[in-house]
């Protein structure tokens, strides 16, 4: 009895304490910082799939330059969203986004750079030119994330 007692304490604990830990939802007119944080996701949809390619036996050129160019088409669309009010949870920026905004604005164009040199690449669809274009846009996201990007 006394167990039973105690275990539906415990479960009954565990699951208020699940439900109050969710994510902070935005509810700023315009959503900017889930717009960002959508529009990130977007971007990573497109650059993993071609880091599997990369690291696998499963390297497809036309789909890898879908990917490269679905990239390109997605990396201007998180930086509008970084607004001087937009630091404010759910965001996982760090306040060096605003305190810093010309290295910020380095590190986005030095991905910028990097992804339009990983989209040349793809469009030879020889496998040997994409590994160092692929890592220097990875090599681009860490350096940004380093930075500006709360773990």
């Known amino acids: 009895m006394r167990f039973t007692l105690y275990a539906a304490l415990f479960l009954s604990a565990a699951t208020l304490l699940t439900a ?69 949870p759910p965001t996982k920026a760090t306040p060096e986004v605003w305190r810093l905004p010309e290295k910020f604005a380095q590190d986005r164009q030095a991905f910028i750079a990097a992804t339009d040199t990983l989209l040349a690449a793809a469009r030879t669809k020889d496998r040997k030119q994409l590994d160092a274009p692929y890592q220097a846009v990875y090599d681009a996201c860490q350096g940004c994330h380093k930075t500006f990007k709360q773990r």
């Open 20 to 88: 109050c830990s969710g994510e902070v939802e935005d509810i700023r007119p315009g959503q900017p910082v889930k717009t960002r944080q959508q529009a990130f996701k977007a971007i990573i949809r497109s650059f993993e799939p071609m880091g599997v390619m990369l690291r696998g036996k499963a390297y497809d050129a036309d789909k890898f330059l879908t990917l490269a160019n679905e990239l390109v088409a997605q990396r201007d669309a998180p930086w509008v969203h970084f607004g001087p009010d937009t630091n404010y």
